[in-house]
């Protein structure tokens, strides 16, 4: 079919005198057409009237398209079962030339954002090989609106814990805070709403207030919204990821620093800028950080074990033997963890950044095999015994070798016999005791209450002195 150009062409050509052949000749068009151009005397293009071959089963293709939840290949089985002769192209045409469970197409828009305006946040999940495994881990992002400058790292888990930990990096890399932080109404930040009447957590609003930025999230199912940090995630995974094994998560966040340092300085198409060079004009609008950042962490109350061990995120880790039984408090940052008895006793342990069943234990809070460190005496009743009778040291030490009961209650059994009778009769029946190796106690208190008895108390009837 001949443009409105064309036709307007010929019937021109045909007014300056110009025959048909030549005018067929010069547009490269049949004398057919020319002459049907000449007749109409119009220069409209004829609107085409074509019957389509799905009209007929309109009413069927819109019932089956909702049976059939809205697959057309499904809608199109169904139709040449009941007998329609139709094509399946001729069916997805008609559906999209009538809207047929299509929406209708939007204009894009386009954000413009100052320098200093914005930064974006988020967060997706990546699989790739650390220490000989393959696993998956969650990469953490950061963009500057204006200048694209990226930042991101990689961790096992992402807590608000470790929401803080990334934003502190990330400011840091940048040398200063934007007005606001971009986020998709993670649980992460979002206390309650979402999109303009989003409210954060309060400790991630005070976060925020520490560097002078504030948290806005964009409405759900808008990410044309976080498109700056959107973009990069698939060329982090095809590229930085692609190929790269690491060993350790320390090797893996070096070594993404490295990369993002090359890759803000190398130009890109799209912005038709290098980033590092926008972000020169960047940083001058970015709100100065603290003279003093405090380091983020997360405070743990825990009971040392009876191995000498506090348990945290599945890993233990080792403390000096008198602290056994004791609480302690566990602050927990990005790369130690420290373990504190009081204002003097402090424990520095390497923090292991995820749960791996691990113990980890220094030199110094494990004596040498076969070298044991004094310790005091477990058994307080032994010296209040010797303190009150020094006479009964040599029988109070081999009671405790001899003795088959367990040995505190044999010594609280001692100390209370010791309190509760006279001395004379109780250093007697001790020395008898000793004498013939009898070290039960149920037998040596009744040896004493026979000579105090005997002594004390006169059972014959006889005439008693005074007092």
């Not at 004829?46 to 071959?53: F, G, N, T, V």
């Not at 963009?143 to 991101?152: E, I, K, N, P």
């Not at 912005?271 to 609008?285: D, G, N, Q, S, T």
């Not at 004498?435 to 039960?440: C, E, I, N, T, V």
Request: proline letters at 6%; glycine letters at 4%.
């Amino acid at each position: 079919m001949l443009s409105q150009a064309q036709r307007t062409t010929i019937l021109e050509l045909n007014t300056q005198g110009v025959s048909k052949r030549e005018i067929a000749r010069v547009l490269k068009i049949s004398r057919v057409a020319v002459r049907q151009v000449l007749q109409s005397k119009s220069t409209a293009v004829p609107e085409l009237h074509r019957a389509e071959k799905a009209e007929p089963y309109r009413p069927q293709i819109l019932e089956l398209f909702s049976v059939c939840k809205g697959n057309l290949v499904r809608v199109h089985e169904e139709l040449l079962a009941a007998g329609a002769e139709l094509s399946y192209p001729a069916l997805t045409a008609f559906c999209r030339r009538h809207g047929i469970g299509q929406a209708p197409p939007v204009a894009a828009g386009q954000y413009q954002f100052a320098p200093g305006e914005e930064m974006q946040h988020d967060t997706s999940p990546h699989e790739l090989e650390l220490t000989g495994r393959k696993r998956k881990v969650q990469t953490a992002s950061a963009v500057l609106c204006y200048s694209r400058m990226l930042f991101f790292q990689c961790y096992p888990t992402f807590q608000r814990f470790d929401c803080k930990v990334f934003l502190t990096d990330a400011l840091r890399y940048f040398s200063g805070a934007t007005e606001r932080v971009m986020i998709d109404n993670t649980h992460v930040v979002v206390l309650r709403g979402a999109g303009r009447e989003m409210v954060p957590v309060p400790e991630m609003a005070a976060f925020a207030e520490r560097f002078g930025f504030q948290f806005v999230a964009h409405a759900i199912g808008n990410a044309n919204r976080s498109a700056r940090v959107e973009r990069p995630f698939w060329f982090i995974e095809n590229n930085f990821l692609a190929g790269r094994t690491f060993a350790s998560w320390e090797d893996l966040n070096d070594r993404a620093r490295q990369w993002c340092d090359k890759v803000n300085a190398t130009y890109k198409k799209h912005i038709r800028a290098v980033p590092r060079e926008l972000f020169a004009v960047e940083r001058v609008h970015l709100r100065q950080l603290p003279a003093w950042i405090p380091e983020v962490y997360r405070v743990h109350q825990r009971l040392v074990d009876i191995e000498g061990y506090i348990a945290l995120n599945s890993n233990r880790y080792s403390v000096p033997l008198d602290w056994i039984g004791r609480r302690v408090e566990v602050r927990e940052s990005r790369d130690k963890i420290e373990i504190q008895l009081d204002m003097r006793r402090l424990v520095t342990h390497r923090r292991i950044a995820e749960a791996e069943h691990q113990r980890v234990l220094l030199p110094e809070h494990r004596p040498p095999r076969g070298q044991r460190s004094a310790r005091p005496d477990p058994h307080p009743e032994e010296q209040a015994i010797v303190t009150a009778a020094p006479e009964l040291a040599e029988y109070v030490a081999a009671l405790k070798q001899r003795s088959h009961r367990v040995v505190t209650l044999v010594l609280r059994q001692l100390l209370r016999l010791v309190r509760e009778y006279p001395r004379e009769p109780l250093l007697g029946a001790v020395e008898e005791a000793a004498r013939y190796g009898l070290y039960d106690l149920d037998r040596l208190e009744r040896m004493i209450l026979r000579r105090v008895t005997r002594e004390y108390f006169r059972l014959d009837g006889g005439p008693q002195e005074d007092d």
